[in-house]
């Protein structure tokens, strides 16, 4: 069993395949931590326990004058004892006093995993190994009681953390932070690992060496955002992608997180993750309790390249849900970057018959079909068709979409208000926004007010009508800006500092109604891009807009630092046009179309206007997608060249079997005389033999992996000149070994 409990020690044991995670209770109180990482079979607590230490800070015991709990590996420490690192909750009673010491109670231990209300959370499926640890922790004087629940993948090597506040007492107790998990390691020595960015520009890697004190990264824009991804991991200096100790540290939420690590004064760090406590508190009230959302944790001893697999694995297969899930995604044209506002039916038609003869299937209705909304300035929240463009309305159009016999996708950004709108001319308060101040646009926009019933009730009608009359088969839910001036005029003086969680608990809510009521729809969550990627939304939606930017090379670098958490298949990647419309860069259709295909795969340009040779390479593409797509989105991703440190950007990937391998290598800037390059394979069956499927050359899994692919045996590509090249091998696994040895 995964969980394990010496009770006579009361030492909690939650292993997987290869790691454990080990707590204890010291000295009959306090929930403590001794150990994460690499399997052990055997301990001695007393030597795993590092909290001794002469240091001048307050002590609980009087016989025992090294003991201190500024040193004390907590799981989870509170606010306003003596341990002054940075606490995983902070409480504010009636009487003013602060101070919450949690002491261990109890514990239970569940099959399975419990459902987190009205969170998003990953899940057990009947006949998986998973476990769920329950302990109760609690201070009686204040009738604060807390349960932090650990949940034990045994066979993917995961674990996750959250936890329910409840209170006891008869009187209101105000949470000002709640966060979801808090780690102590007892050393310093590792790199910190997060994804920062901008808007088109999401998800860069930065690894930079811990130092003492606090660093974070976060949120407090209202949703997870471009600048910072709900993910950090720590690694040992000599972590490569290949080798060595990675944890990582994975936020199922959508809107304002922190996630750091502390160093403290005698070298150890303690990692936490949680909601932001930055505009957050939380009135709890008797008898109610708060419940956190998770942190998924990963450990590997094999670096950062089986971490991720780690993450993208249980993402793929035990957060995301739906029909979708494991089923290969239609090949899409968006309209977007074709038209953008400037369409109507015929010309939506036109390139519908277009996409038909290149093989495509789904074509998805972008921005501006609703209200009169001609450019970004009004009509938000009016859910229903401009009969100037769309004469026969959205219903006509889908279904002379269906008759070309593709499917028919929709843009809706259900959470946004334009002041121009009919919505907003009937309900001005609906909007978030501070009384007898003018509400501050952005994009001429404003965000609803999620916190409050009607409001989603609202949106669920709105987007659930168009839905059902019209037989949708995709949304693209969008999500364009960020909240600012936090006020909801549904609530009173007292729930102002709540608006953020609430604002995700009502969308969370939204999403739930919608996507329930329409199982059979493929569902996008998009953020002026990628600004809300993050495990969240991919337990509603399973694929998510990575970015605006569309250029092929800025997307090797997007996708690349993307999947240091999250796996391709949830991506959206689209082929547009050149001069790309955001770096104004040329790429090759082969580039672009190799990228993308990594993806969830789709065009973003007005096919109508493809030349002949064009025509044929598109279908080319479209054709090589629907092969690949029979095994890549479960494939095994391995990161082979990294982009940011170098000319080239490689990855493979191996499917679930092992016969099946494709290999992409982008090579960014041609120059005179290049030395040879090689990419070395990975993941790949000693002893095996694969046959390139371009060129018929058959290598051993050996020569691939340890002599190296040389990038100019490319067979697809004989024009290997200029910038931003791409090579794309695929392999297949040969059934015997068939290379000849010269001596035979
Ligand atoms: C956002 C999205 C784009 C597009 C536009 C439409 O920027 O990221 O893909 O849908 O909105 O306004």
Request: proline share 3%; hydrophobic share 35%; glycine share 8%.
């Amino acid at each position: 069993m995964a969980v394990r409990i010496d009770d006579q020690n009361l030492i909690f044991y939650l292993e997987t395949e290869h790691t454990s995670y080990i707590m204890q209770v010291v000295k009959g109180k306090y929930l403590c931590h001794l150990y994460w990482g690499k399997k052990l079979t055997k301990i001695y607590p007393e030597r795993l326990l590092s909290f001794h230490g002469l240091c001048c800070s307050a002590n609980p015991d009087e016989t025992d004058k090294t003991y201190t709990l500024d040193l004390l590996p907590q799981e989870y420490p509170t606010q306003g004892a003596a341990d002054y690192r940075r606490a995983a909750l902070e409480t504010e009673y009636a009487d003013g006093s602060i101070l919450t010491e949690l002491f261990y109670e109890s514990y239970r231990v569940i099959k399975g995993k419990p459902l987190l209300k009205e969170l998003p959370a990953t899940y057990a499926e009947e006949g998986d190994d998973v476990w769920t640890l329950e302990i109760t922790c609690a201070d009686r004087r204040t009738g604060l009681e807390v349960k932090l629940s650990y949940s034990v993948f045994s066979q993917m090597d995961v674990l996750t953390r959250s936890v329910c506040i409840i209170n006891r007492s008869s009187a209101r107790v105000v949470l000002n932070k709640a966060y979801s998990a808090s780690v102590d390691f007892n050393s310093d020595s590792f790199d910190m690992l997060t994804l920062n960015g901008a808007w088109g520009r999401e998800r860069y890697p930065e690894r930079v060496k811990l130092r003492r004190g606090n660093q974070t990264i976060g949120s407090v824009r209202g949703a997870s955002s471009h600048q910072e991804n709900p993910f950090i991991a720590l690694l040992r200096e000599d972590t490569t992608e290949k080798t060595g100790d990675a944890y990582g540290f994975s936020f199922v939420y959508s809107g304002n997180f922190i996630a750091g690590v502390e160093v403290d004064q005698s070298a150890a760090s303690r990692a936490y993750m949680g909601i932001h406590e930055d505009l957050f508190q939380w009135n709890l009230e008797p008898g109610s309790c708060f419940q956190t959302p998770e942190t998924v944790m990963v450990y590997t001893d094999r670096g950062l390249g089986e971490l991720s697999r780690i993450y993208h694995r249980i993402y793929r297969r035990r957060l995301c849900r739906g029909k979708y899930r494991d089923a290969g995604r239609p090949v899409l044209v968006n309209n977007w970057e074709g038209t953008y506002f400037d369409f109507n039916q015929k010309k939506i038609l036109a390139i519908a018959d277009k996409a038909a003869e290149l093989g495509i299937e789904m074509l998805v209705l972008d921005d501006g079909w609703f209200g009169k909304r001609d450019d970004d300035t009004s009509s938000l929240g009016d859910w229903y068709a401009d009969q100037r463009k769309l004469p026969d309305g959205i219903t006509g159009l889908a279904k002379a979409v269906h008759l070309r016999g593709l499917k028919f996708g929709l843009w809706f950004e259900p959470e946004m208000i334009s002041k121009d709108s009919n919505l907003y001319r009937q309900h001005p308060d609906w909007c978030i926004h501070v009384p007898g101040r003018e509400p501050m646009e952005c994009r001429n926009q404003m965000v609803l007010d999620l916190s409050r019933g009607e409001v989603c009730s609202y949106v669920i009608d709105a987007v659930s009508q168009i839905l059902d009359s019209a037989g949708i088969d995709y949304v693209k839910w969008d999500m364009n800006r960020h909240i600012t001036e936090y006020y909801s005029a549904g609530r009173g003086s007292s729930g102002q500092s709540e608006l953020c969680h609430r604002y995700m608990l009502g969308l969370y809510h939204v999403m739930d109604e919608i996507i329930s009521g329409h199982p059979d729809v493929l569902f996008e969550s998009c953020s002026s891009g990628g600004g809300r990627f993050d495990p969240g939304m991919l337990y509603y939606m399973p694929q998510i807009w990575t970015s605006d930017d569309t250029d092929a090379a800025e997307r090797v670098y997007i996708q690349y630092g993307t999947s240091y958490a999250y796996p391709f298949c949830t991506m959206g990647a689209h082929v547009s046009t050149v001069p790309n419309h955001q770096v104004h860069r040329v790429t090759p259709w082969k580039t672009r179309g190799d990228v993308a295909m990594t993806g969830a795969f789709g065009y973003e340009l007005d096919l109508t206007g493809l030349t002949a040779m064009e025509t044929n390479v598109v279908k080319k593409q479209v054709q090589r997608y629907k092969r690949l797509r029979m095994w890549l989105p479960a494939a095994d991703l391995y990161r082979l060249e990294n982009p940011f440190c170098g000319n080239y950007g490689a990855w493979m990937f191996v499917s679930e079997s092992g016969n099946q391998c494709l290999v992409n290598c982008i090579r960014m800037m041609e120059r005179a005389n290049m030395p040879e390059k090689r990419i070395f394979l990975q993941g790949l069956k000693e002893g095996c033999s694969y046959r390139c499927v371009e060129t018929g050359n058959c290598y051993s899994a050996e020569e691939l992996m340890y002599a190296g692919l040389r990038v100019s045996e490319d067979g697809e590509n004989p024009d290997m000149r200029g910038d931003f090249v791409s090579f794309t091998w695929s392999f297949e696994k040969m059934m015997k070994r068939k290379i000849r040895r010269t001596n035979e």
